[in-house]
């Protein structure tokens, strides 16, 4: 019952059509109830007291006929198919009108679900990403909230319905003996101990087959977006694999489920069978004691038969909304989980900044395990270029990932301009940041909006401009429809250089006083990152620019270089002060360059 009041709840954020729609299915219960009561006069009316009862004979039954045009006695006769015929007919229409305004009650709600489900997504940090699969956020937005919908359109409007019948059906038996009614209810409660036992089966079981859907929805996708990989590797029949065993276990939780499901309804179906023939031995003695009429006899047994589909259908509804509850467990976990990083409630909104960038013995850890980065400090002055360089895994992508405030420093302080980026609002900070990503990411979109993504009114001018500074003007106009071109998921139909020249052209188009380029041109050709980076020194004399680069020569003109290992900061100066120094720096420059570090030595 709890559980079903949480779904009442959610149908109660469209009060007014859940309110007509309980209005019609009251109205479809006093139309069933009418029903019931006419069983009454149409077997002691049309049938006992008929002239023809027990005569079967032709010519009087003729008789009858003209008999029943004459008298006012028969006219209720033509009345009674009449009343049938209407009490049907509107009973149908208020069964229309309940059920198309569940339905669509069942569509609001679900709309409201996903669009809200999508905003907590959207605004969860990166950390939580890291967490959970896409494809369990996936599975949980389409099959967890299909299956909510499917429960409030149809299951919960059927309940109600059907609690509505079924009490009109009640009323009705009470009314016509309630003698026989009580003597035929004290086997009903019977009934209740087998229903709860198949709602707690059933919902333990939808909840273990949507976790199996949730995996095999991270299978396709991982399989699916890394295709070449599995090509590659010629992993097919093993990735067929993993994936079939994921469709066998959700075969057998659905068989499982299946199986209960199956067995409810004819296991409550068979329940009231006994109940039927129970009724019918006490009614027969009851009409022999002349309690009863054979017509309240048969509208009561007419009542309990009809009784027999709400039950069924409650049941059946039950069995939805208990998938429907797992469900809703599902997208609650996710509409729950409190983004990690959270703006300060007294945030304000950062304003424009010239671009100091101050690290103050900063520490942080992805997991508790093992720390990324331990008391990093270092300056970087506004308007100047600060490199980052370092073996893979120090921790460099780590130190842009805190500025951006995607992960919250375990401890020390970020400022910029001297102002801690804690206390200013997520949007501000990062509206002054520009980031080229070390893997880039371009939506399937047209060139020119993956260009200018995120930003509003941007003339066709601009984002060319942009694109000439990185270098990816001429690639653009000869792409078949230049910068209307669709260029794919991630930019598929791209090369990796090309993909990594829009990237930059984004974050030059924002015009930000920060940008932070992590191995923004590691896949370009020499010619090429030599171009940008001179197209990067005219604009970077206003802004603060953050460098990552393995290749040396890239960085090699920073005004400070900073030397990123095991997540501590353990050289910073420029070029020449590091080459001096003779430490990590010079010896990953004498890797790259053997003659020129002997020149510099
Ligand atoms: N999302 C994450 N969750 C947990 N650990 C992570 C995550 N990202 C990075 N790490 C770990 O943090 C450490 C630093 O990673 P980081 O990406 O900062 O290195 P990097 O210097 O940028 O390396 P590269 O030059 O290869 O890009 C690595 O040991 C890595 O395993
Ligand atoms: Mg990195």
Same mark, same amino acid.
């Given at each position: 019952?709890?559980?079903?009041?949480?779904?009442?709840?959610?149908?109660?954020?469209?009060?007014?059509?859940?309110?007509?729609?309980?209005?019609?299915?009251? +109205?479809? =219960?006093?139309?069933?109830?009418?029903?019931?009561?006419?069983?009454? /006069?149409?077997?002691?009316?049309?049938?006992?007291?008929?002239?023809?009862?027990?005569?079967?004979?032709?010519?009087?039954?003729?008789?009858?006929?003209?008999?029943?045009?004459?008298?006012?006695?028969?006219?209720?006769?033509?009345?009674?198919?009449?009343?049938?015929?209407?009490?049907?007919?509107?009973?149908?229409? +208020? %069964?229309?009108?309940?059920?198309?305004?569940?339905?669509?009650?069942?569509?609001?709600?679900?709309?409201?679900?996903?669009?809200?489900?999508?905003?907590?997504?959207?605004?969860?940090?990166?950390?939580?990403?890291?967490?959970?699969?896409?494809?369990?956020?996936?599975?949980?937005?389409?099959?967890?909230?299909?299956?909510?919908?499917?429960?409030?359109?149809?299951?919960?409007?059927?309940?109600?319905?059907?609690?509505?019948?079924?009490?009109?059906?009640?009323?009705?038996?009470?009314?016509?003996?309630?003698?026989?009614?009580?003597?035929?209810?004290?086997?009903?409660?019977?009934?209740?101990? /087998?229903? =709860?036992?198949?709602?707690?089966?059933?919902?333990?079981?939808?909840?273990?087959?949507?976790?199996?859907?949730?995996?095999?929805?991270?299978?396709?996708?991982?399989?699916?977006?890394?295709?070449?990989?599995?090509?590659?590797?010629?992993?097919?029949?093993?990735?067929?694999?993993?994936?079939?065993?994921?469709?066998?276990?959700?075969?057998?939780?659905?068989?499982?489920?299946?199986?209960?499901?199956?067995?409810?309804?004819?296991?409550?179906?068979?329940?009231?069978?006994?109940?039927?023939?129970?009724?019918?031995?006490?009614?027969?003695?009851?009409?022999?004691?002349?309690?009863?009429? /054979?017509?309240?006899?048969?509208?009561?047994?007419?009542?309990?038969?009809?009784?027999?589909?709400?039950?069924?259908?409650?049941?059946?509804?039950? &069995?939805?909304?208990?998938?429907?509850?797992?469900?809703?467990?599902?997208?609650?976990?996710?509409?729950?989980?409190?983004?990690?990083?959270?703006?300060?409630?007294?945030?304000?909104?950062?304003?424009?900044?010239?671009? =100091?960038?101050?690290?103050?013995?900063?520490? +942080?850890?992805? &997991?508790?395990?093992?720390?990324?980065?331990?008391?990093?400090?270092?300056?970087?002055?506004?308007?100047?270029?600060?490199?980052?360089?370092?073996?893979?895994?120090?921790?460099?992508?780590?130190?842009?990932?805190?500025? %951006?405030?995607?992960?919250?420093?375990?401890?020390?302080?970020?400022?910029?301009?001297?102002?801690?980026?804690?206390?200013?609002?997520?949007?501000?900070?990062?509206?002054?940041?520009?980031?080229?990503?070390?893997?880039?990411?371009?939506? &399937?979109?047209?060139?020119?909006?993956?260009?200018?993504?995120?930003?509003?009114?941007?003339?066709?001018?601009?984002?060319?401009?942009?694109?000439?500074?990185?270098?990816?003007?001429? +690639?653009?106009?000869?792409?078949?429809?230049?910068?209307?071109?669709?260029?794919?998921?991630?930019?598929?139909?791209?090369?990796?250089?090309?993909?990594?020249?829009?990237?930059?052209?984004?974050?030059?188009?924002?015009?930000?006083?920060?940008?932070?380029?992590?191995?923004?041109?590691?896949?370009?050709?020499?010619?090429?990152?030599?171009?940008?980076?001179?197209?990067?020194?005219?604009?970077?004399?206003?802004?603060? %620019?953050?460098?990552?680069?393995?290749?040396?020569?890239?960085?090699?003109?920073?005004?400070?270089?900073?030397?990123?290992?095991?997540?501590?900061?353990?050289? =910073?100066?420029?070029?020449?002060?590091?080459?001096?120094? &003779?430490?990590?720096?010079?010896?990953?420059?004498?890797?790259?360059? /053997?003659?020129?570090?002997?020149?510099?030595?």
């Amino acid at each position: 019952m709890k559980q079903i009041i949480q779904l009442l709840k959610l149908a109660l954020q469209e009060r007014k059509r859940m309110a007509l729609s309980f209005l019609c299915t009251f +109205f479809v =219960a006093g139309f069933t109830y009418v029903f019931v009561n006419l069983v009454q /006069p149409i077997i002691d009316e049309m049938f006992v007291r008929s002239p023809v009862s027990g005569v079967p004979d032709k010519m009087r039954f003729m008789d009858f006929v003209f008999q029943t045009l004459g008298i006012s006695k028969e006219k209720i006769v033509v009345a009674i198919p009449l009343i049938v015929v209407a009490v049907i007919l509107g009973k149908g229409l +208020f %069964t229309f009108l309940s059920s198309y305004l569940m339905k669509s009650v069942g569509h609001r709600v679900v709309k409201r679900m996903r669009d809200d489900l999508y905003v907590h997504i959207l605004y969860q940090s990166p950390a939580y990403f890291d967490r959970v699969p896409t494809g369990d956020l996936m599975s949980r937005l389409t099959n967890d909230v299909d299956k909510i919908q499917q429960s409030l359109s149809g299951s919960l409007g059927d309940f109600i319905e059907e609690l509505f019948t079924l009490l009109a059906l009640l009323v009705g038996i009470f009314i016509i003996d309630w003698h026989l009614a009580l003597v035929s209810f004290v086997v009903t409660p019977l009934a209740a101990v /087998p229903l =709860a036992a198949f709602s707690r089966i059933l919902k333990r079981k939808g909840l273990k087959n949507q976790r199996e859907m949730a995996r095999i929805y991270n299978l396709l996708h991982e399989t699916i977006s890394g295709h070449k990989v599995v090509k590659a590797f010629t992993m097919e029949k093993f990735e067929l694999g993993k994936f079939m065993e994921a469709t066998r276990r959700y075969f057998q939780t659905s068989l499982k489920l299946a199986w209960v499901s199956s067995l409810s309804s004819p296991f409550m179906e068979f329940l009231g069978g006994v109940v039927g023939a129970f009724i019918l031995y006490v009614g027969s003695r009851r009409i022999g004691e002349g309690v009863i009429s /054979p017509g309240d006899f048969g509208a009561f047994v007419m009542a309990v038969f009809m009784m027999y589909m709400p039950i069924k259908r409650l049941s059946k509804a039950n &069995n939805s909304i208990q998938q429907a509850v797992a469900c809703h467990e599902r997208i609650r976990e996710v509409q729950q989980a409190v983004p990690e990083i959270q703006e300060a409630p007294d945030a304000y909104p950062l304003p424009r900044v010239r671009g =100091a960038v101050k690290f103050d013995s900063v520490s +942080f850890a992805y &997991n508790e395990s093992r720390p990324a980065l331990q008391e990093v400090s270092f300056e970087a002055p506004a308007c100047t270029t600060a490199a980052f360089v370092g073996l893979s895994g120090g921790g460099k992508t780590t130190i842009i990932s805190l500025l %951006t405030r995607f992960y919250e420093p375990s401890s020390g302080r970020i400022t910029i301009d001297g102002i801690d980026i804690r206390e200013v609002t997520l949007e501000s900070l990062r509206a002054q940041i520009g980031l080229v990503t070390q893997d880039i990411i371009l939506f &399937n979109d047209t060139v020119r909006n993956n260009i200018a993504y995120g930003l509003k009114d941007i003339s066709s001018e601009d984002v060319i401009r942009a694109a000439r500074a990185a270098r990816a003007h001429d +690639f653009i106009m000869e792409l078949p429809e230049g910068y209307e071109t669709q260029i794919g998921e991630r930019g598929g139909l791209l090369s990796s250089g090309q993909r990594q020249r829009l990237a930059i052209a984004r974050a030059l188009l924002k015009d930000p006083p920060i940008l932070i380029l992590d191995e923004a041109t590691s896949a370009l050709d020499s010619e090429s990152e030599r171009l940008i980076q001179e197209a990067l020194a005219r604009i970077k004399k206003n802004r603060t %620019t953050l460098i990552i680069a393995h290749r040396l020569s890239t960085i090699r003109g920073a005004d400070r270089i900073f030397v990123i290992d095991h997540g501590r900061l353990c050289e =910073a100066g420029t070029h020449e002060e590091l080459c001096r120094l &003779n430490g990590i720096y010079m010896r990953l420059y004498d890797l790259q360059f /053997p003659e020129e570090g002997e020149r510099v030595r």
